[in-house]
């Protein structure tokens, strides 16, 4: 079946302006995850859903940053007023549940963010 | 400071060598360990993975894994490499009370015919 996608695959914007990446996870899968990939700082988590609720947003970097999931599908990674270190790869991962830590994350392709 | 160690940034191995990759932790408490795979190009994907039971665990492509506990570690392991294994590969845990996987920072291995 279709595994997770992301879209745009490429974001070049300039400073200060806003960007939107999206997800599309797994169909079926109840849990979304949004993780950043950086020279400077490795795999770092960003926020998590359980549906549409977000127990854990404590890896948002600044209150720039900000998602949203709505009917337990798609879900939207907002950046405002972009700044040069926002430059990453952002991916998405979804899995099928949640609880324990012990479910399988699936990964996504990942939206790589430029900002000039 | 809590985190996850990888000590090799970069291996480089050829053809039919053997492999093993560190990784240690620093959390307390009950984790759950992973080992993930991105191959040039390609998405993360789970190579293995421990929750309990039978410390040493089988993954795909026959890659193996060995949980440790009184060394806090859970190293990577393959006995004849491949050029295809050429990869980043990131070991990450969950601790048990929550679903975000904290990463490791990768090692990249690169292998030659």
């Known amino acids: 079946g279709a595994g997770v996608s992301q879209s745009p695959s490429n974001k070049v914007t300039e400073k200060g302006k806003d960007v939107e990446l999206r997800c599309d996870p797994i169909s079926g899968h109840t849990a979304l995850y949004w993780y950043r990939q950086s020279l400077g700082q490795g795999l770092e988590f960003l926020i998590y859903?359980?549906?549409?609720?977000?127990?854990?947003k404590s890896g948002l970097p600044s209150d720039r940053f900000s998602a949203e999931r709505t009917g337990g599908s798609v879900s939207t990674l907002t950046i405002q007023r972009t700044q040069q270190e926002d430059s990453a790869v952002y991916l998405c991962?979804?899995?099928f549940g949640y609880g324990r830590g012990q479910y399988e994350q699936y990964f996504g392709p990942g939206t790589r963010l430029t900002v000039t | 400071a809590q985190s996850v160690s990888q000590h090799n940034h970069h291996v480089i191995l050829s053809e039919a060598a053997s492999l093993e990759l560190g990784c240690n932790y620093s959390y307390g408490g009950t984790v759950n360990l992973f080992w993930y795979v991105q191959y040039p190009g390609q998405h993360l994907q789970l190579l293995l993975k421990?929750?309990?039971?039978?410390?040493l665990v089988k993954g795909i492509k026959g890659f193996e894994a060995e949980f440790i506990k009184s060394k806090v570690s859970f190293n990577l392991r393959k006995p004849s490499v491949q050029w295809s294994d050429t990869a980043e590969y990131f070991c990450?845990?969950?601790?048990?009370?929550?679903?975000?996987?904290?990463f490791g920072t990768g090692t990249r291995l690169q292998v030659f015919p």
């Open positions: 990450a845990v969950t601790l048990h009370n929550t679903d975000k996987l904290i």
């Open positions: 991962a979804s899995s």
């Open positions: 421990y929750f309990s039971g039978d410390p």
């Open positions: 859903f359980q549906g549409n609720s977000a127990p854990d």
